[in-house]
């Protein structure tokens, strides 16, 4: 269980949201626990007199779940009578990438993209690799790096690429998130 594991999210009304991890349930035998549920809080960040909600999601997933998925669960999620104050901790900084291009995907998220090195492993040793880091603006778990095959593929993507082109690497990232309501080892 990832406990504490969050997520800072812009809702479909434009309010912005937290969701942490505070509990789960699982079972196993032996050493092994296999986590089966986790305990969400969610808490409006936009609001501050709003009450906090509840839900439950799959093992494991608060990071990997589609952005649709969130709002689902979030539209679905139990009023508390509290607030649980939740901070956002890893969310972008929308100041500091503005300097960026930026690009809508298919559910009107905004996106930046930038230069990044990730790290591929070859039978001979570990190198580094030119590759696009897309971030997501309004929602801190969708981002990930996609490798390029040259420092002038990416140049190019830099100089030129279409709105397109750019959306289709943005809803290739986007593919290996995971719906909290799929079976094991079912991408989103």
């Known amino acids: 269980m990832a406990l504490y594991d969050n997520r800072t999210f812009k809702a479909a009304d434009g309010k912005w949201w937290v969701a942490e991890v505070h509990g789960g349930a699982g079972a196993g035998r032996?050493?092994?626990?296999?986590?089966?549920?986790?305990?969400?809080?969610?808490?409006?960040?936009?609001?501050?007199?709003?009450?906090?909600?509840?839900?439950?999601?799959?093992?494991g997933t608060l990071r990997r779940l589609p952005h649709k998925s969130l709002l689902d669960r979030l539209e679905e999620a139990s009023v508390t009578t509290y607030r649980m104050e939740l901070s956002p901790s890893n969310a972008p900084d929308p100041a500091a990438l503005a300097h960026l291009r930026s690009e809508e995907d298919d559910e009107g998220l905004a996106w930046v993209w930038r230069d990044t090195t990730i790290i591929s492993y070859s039978r001979e040793a570990p190198h580094p690799r030119p590759a696009i880091e897309l971030i997501c603006l309004e929602d801190s778990a969708l981002q990930g790096a996609i490798a390029v095959d040259s420092e002038d593929t990416r140049a190019t993507l830099r100089e030129s690429a279409s709105p397109e082109i750019i959306r289709s690497l943005i809803a290739a990232l986007k593919k290996t998130l995971v719906d909290s309501d799929a079976q094991d080892g079912e991408q989103g």
């Not at 809080?41 to 839900?55: E, F, G, N, P, V």
């Open 30 to 59: 032996g050493p092994v626990v296999h986590l089966h549920s986790e305990i969400v809080y969610l808490t409006c960040l936009s609001d501050d007199a709003a009450k906090s909600r509840i839900t439950s999601i799959r093992g």
